[in-house]
């Protein structure tokens, strides 16, 4: 996961270093979007408003948790475009593929020529906005699946 934007907490938020490991300890754990929302939760509590770089943290997080679910084996952003990289058994439907052509206006499309790798040109969006819009996209997928999977077993 590269992201072209600061993710980190800083010692001015977390001054003792012990405390600092465990957030870090804690985030690196997680394993569902709910898990980043109470330790976001917690942080605020204990520590007070987060500045940007640990927001950015929280959001790389998720986009870890969400990669890990969607069975996505790269995800970059750069300063033009995102791309991301489904794992070789991993499987994207059609109709999750037309969605996110759609819901972002033709933008997000599978790259010609090579299977399981979509491309998302940023255009005037910054990348800390377009992580936070692959979130939204990626978490309407995830609840679908869960959704599947509770009809289905």
């Known amino acids: 996961l590269q992201v072209p934007f600061?993710?980190?907490?800083?010692?001015?938020?977390?001054?003792?270093?012990?405390?600092?490991?465990?957030?870090?300890k804690k985030i690196s754990a997680a394993t569902e979007p709910s898990d980043i929302?109470?330790?976001e939760d917690e942080m605020i509590d204990r520590f007070g408003s987060?500045?940007?770089?640990?927001?950015?943290?929280?959001?790389?997080a998720r986009m870890r948790v969400v990669a890990v679910k969607l069975r996505i084996m790269h995800l970059s952003i750069t300063?033009?475009?995102?791309v991301m990289k489904l794992a070789p058994d991993a499987f994207l439907s059609p109709e999750y593929i037309e969605m996110l052509y759609r819901e972002?206006?033709?933008r997000f499309r599978l790259q010609t020529g090579k299977a399981g790798v979509f491309n998302w040109p940023l255009l005037n969006n910054g990348a800390v906005a377009i992580?936070?819009?692959?979130?939204?996209?990626?978490?309407q997928i995830v609840?679908?699946?869960?959704?599947?999977?509770?009809l289905h077993g």
């Open 6 to 24: 600061d993710a980190y907490i800083p010692d001015r938020y977390i001054r003792d270093s012990k405390q600092k490991v465990e957030m870090y």
């Open 37 to 39: 929302d109470e330790l």
């Open 50 to 60: 987060m500045p940007e770089s640990v927001s950015n943290l929280l959001l790389v």
């Open 79 to 82: 300063e033009k475009q995102l």
């Open 104 to 106: 972002t206006a033709g």
């Open 131 to 139: 992580a936070k819009n692959w979130i939204n996209l990626m978490m």
């Open 143 to 150: 609840e679908r699946e869960q959704k599947e999977e509770e």
